[in-house]
């Protein structure tokens, strides 16, 4: 592991998913040099000088890109936002439950992750799976090359990460092109499920995973004998129990 922050393994490990979901060398220098002392201080102080930082970067890759929007470069400017949704859900998932502006931070960063998945015509696009009243939000993402319905990976979070991190780590666009279509989650206790919704973890994964294969297999260009499973981290525990309960996966 790239170990930039020796006496804080938390924050190492989050600025390894950074460089996962496509952050530049140059910015994660620039953003984690000044924070070198910071980081070898209590939670709530330290995680706010990460933030502090981390959210400037973020709010300098905008402007850039809207200058780039200007000059009609949609998909430069799609490259920028997607760093900057990057810095953003990096810094806020270091921030304490309920600390002030980790919402809003969250929400714009679902604001500017979707500007630029609109303007990189990936063809992916999000999704809302009816749930107990509510919603579980998720990304699907369509498989490249394939006529007729098409085999899809359900991808979920692991304990603490979300539907974007999870596309921004390439996963689903490299299946894509294997001929194989993603539905990227926040499944309950992630993401939007828990912070929009309110809607929190659960053991018997199975629970939700039904109706998400519902769902699935009610659309016309989704081959239903092909829906499997796949979960990183604490989702190696949801996604090998969701498919023993509910048979229909593959």
């Known amino acids: 592991m790239f170990r930039y922050f020796p006496t804080n393994y938390v924050w190492d490990l989050s600025v390894n998913l950074s460089i996962e979901m496509g952050a530049r060398m140059g910015e994660i220098a620039e953003m984690c040099e000044p924070l070198r002392e910071a980081a070898k201080a209590g939670d709530a102080e330290g995680s706010a000088a990460f933030r502090s930082v981390w959210t400037p970067m973020a709010d300098k890759l905008i402007a850039l890109a809207d200058e780039d929007l200007q000059r009609g470069r949609a998909l430069s400017a799609s490259e920028k936002l997607m760093r900057a949704a990057n810095y953003m859900i990096t810094a806020e998932r270091l921030q304490a439950q309920g600390s002030d502006g980790r919402l809003a931070l969250y929400r714009r960063h ?3 992750f979707y500007q630029a998945l609109s303007l990189g015509r990936s063809g992916a696009f999000r999704v809302e799976i ?12 369509p498989a490249q090359g394939v006529a007729g319905p098409q085999p899809v990976l359900v991808q979920v979070n692991g304990f603490d990460s979300t539907k974007e991190m999870r596309y921004m780590a390439q996963l689903p666009r490299f299946l ?23 809607i929190t973890a659960r053991p018997d994964s199975e629970h939700w995973a039904t109706p998400v294969y519902d769902w699935l297999a009610g659309r016309p260009d989704v081959d239903a004998a092909r829906i499997g499973m796949e979960g990183v981290s604490l989702g190696g525990y949801y996604a090998p129990r969701a498919v023993a309960f509910e048979p229909r996966f593959a």
């Open 110 to 112: 679902l604001a500017v």
């Open 130 to 141: 009816p749930y107990e009243g509510q919603h579980l939000a998720g990304i699907f993402v």
């Open 176 to 198: 894509a092109r294997k001929g194989v279509a993603s539905l990227v989650l926040d499944q309950p206790g992630t993401g939007e499920a828990l912070r929009l919704n309110a």
